[in-house]
């Protein structure tokens, strides 16, 4: 299983962004995907996470800012990004809980990161 996340860049405070990140391989079933971030000489955070029902949480940061959605169709999670501030500048991770068709387990994968800038 392969999780390919695009969309980051360098934005100006109060621009927006979106990033993708698509799964791909033997997936049975999509469970739990989220965004997480890492700035630098921070720990990994959660952003946004959203479960196979649909339920989703966002970090208090970016409540009211960011959107989190699912395309499972696509195999495709996304992250809408507006009002952006310099603070969200980190790197940014996806997250895919997966039912293996390999292995038929239960597994976690994730992505590559993708870099967010946003200047002031």
């Known amino acids: 299983v392969q999780l390919q996340a695009s969309g980051g860049g360098l934005v100006q405070a109060g621009e927006s962004l979106r990033l993708s990140c698509a799964a791909s391989?033997?997936?049975?079933?999509?469970?739990?995907m989220g965004w997480y971030r890492q700035a630098p000489g921070k720990q990994r955070e959660s952003v946004a996470t959203i479960t196979s029902g649909g339920r989703i949480t966002y970090a208090d940061s970016v409540k009211g800012r960011f959107t989190i959605s699912r395309d499972n169709s696509k195999k495709t999670v996304y992250l809408q990004m507006n009002s952006l501030k310099p603070e969200d500048t980190a790197v940014y991770y996806c997250?895919?809980?997966?039912?293996?068709?390999?292995?038929?387990?239960?597994?976690?994968?994730w992505g590559q990161g993708t870099q967010v800038t946003v200047s002031s």
């Open positions: 997250n895919v809980e997966y039912l293996s068709g390999t292995s038929y387990d239960i597994r976690t994968k």
């Open positions: 391989g033997r997936i049975l079933t999509l469970n739990d």
